[in-house]
């Protein structure tokens, strides 16, 4: 695995979807960046099919796309799988590692960790499909971060490429400490590569990341500063005026894509308004309060100038 390969996008709902991924890319010098999609669902019975549009959009070519799916038992597993292996993917990624509480609570994401009877199943289920290579990411646990211990023995039978890690609960959702002495036990104990994953905000933090883990997956890191990777790469951090250039190209991009390709400003401004979540400290409390206020298009793009 060459340098540039260590650092991967993380999934992130509702953001680093194709589009969002593919301007990215193209914006920002992706090159072998690992792109890992926002999971595909069983929901209401079926797989749903924006998931599946988005791992299949032409948006997608040319990129390194790792699917990632979310389940709660060898069932939903299996349907996800033959999904995703018939849309023609041979890598997938398991979550283990999502917060949300609705997710938690039906045994999906972090919940899964806690069922160790249909971790048996899932592990006996990844052992016998062949020309798939999966890997897995996670959480510590749900409440607790040694949550994660019986669930090792079965991660170690599984045959993967590498186990994400963020080294929160759950319950912490995406705020206080990390468990760094607990991260280092999980790493110890499993015999894959280890990807680093959490609060990794500057060039300097990917470094750290990588001296202490395999590799390092970025995401909200990147939604605040998306020149996150390319600065690393660079070996030099951005002026703030290089910054807010890019990410106005990178915005302008997505935005032409969704005002041609949808109807009225209400769906425009319900997706591009998410772009900016995370980039107040780049464009200004006073222009973030007029985006988020903006009721039709006009509003808004007299917003962002």
Request: overall charge neutral.
């Amino acid at each position: 695995m060459s340098r540039n390969e260590k650092v991967a996008v993380a999934p992130m709902q509702g953001y680093t979807d194709a589009p969002f991924r593919h301007y990215h890319s193209e914006i920002y010098g992706g090159g072998d960046t690992l792109y890992c999609s926002p999971f595909l669902r069983v929901e209401h019975g079926d797989i749903r099919r924006r998931d599946l549009r988005d791992i299949t959009s032409p948006f997608n070519e040319g990129m390194r796309l790792l699917p990632q799916v979310i389940f709660r038992d060898v069932e939903e597993f299996t349907r996800l799988v033959d999904a995703v292996a018939g849309a023609g993917f041979d890598r997938i990624d398991l979550n283990m590692g999502c917060p949300f509480p609705p997710q938690v609570k039906k045994g999906r994401g972090a919940g899964l960790l806690a069922n160790v009877a249909e971790l048996e199943k899932i592990a006996a289920a990844v052992e016998s499909r062949n020309g798939i290579t999966f890997s897995v990411k996670m959480r510590l646990g749900i409440t607790s971060p040694d949550e994660f211990i019986p669930a090792v023995p079965l991660l170690n039978r599984m045959p993967l490429s590498h186990v994400t890690v963020h080294p929160r609960v759950a319950a912490q959702q995406y705020g206080g400490e990390l468990y760094m002495d607990a991260y280092a036990r999980l790493r110890e104990s499993l015999s894959h590569p280890v990807i680093f994953n959490g609060d990794v905000a500057t060039p300097a933090d990917i470094d750290a990341a990588l001296s202490r883990s395999d590799g390092v997956m970025i995401g909200r890191g990147l939604l605040a500063r998306p020149s996150l990777i390319a600065e690393w790469r660079e070996g030099r951090e951005w002026s703030a005026d290089e910054r807010l250039e890019k990410i106005m190209r990178f915005h302008n991009e997505i935005f032409a894509y969704y005002a041609d390709t949808l109807c009225g400003d209400t769906q425009i401004l319900m997706k591009i308004k998410p772009f900016w979540d995370y980039l107040e400290s780049e464009i200004g409390h006073k222009t973030a309060k007029l985006i988020k206020k903006a009721t039709t298009v006009a509003k808004y793009q007299a917003a962002i100038g």
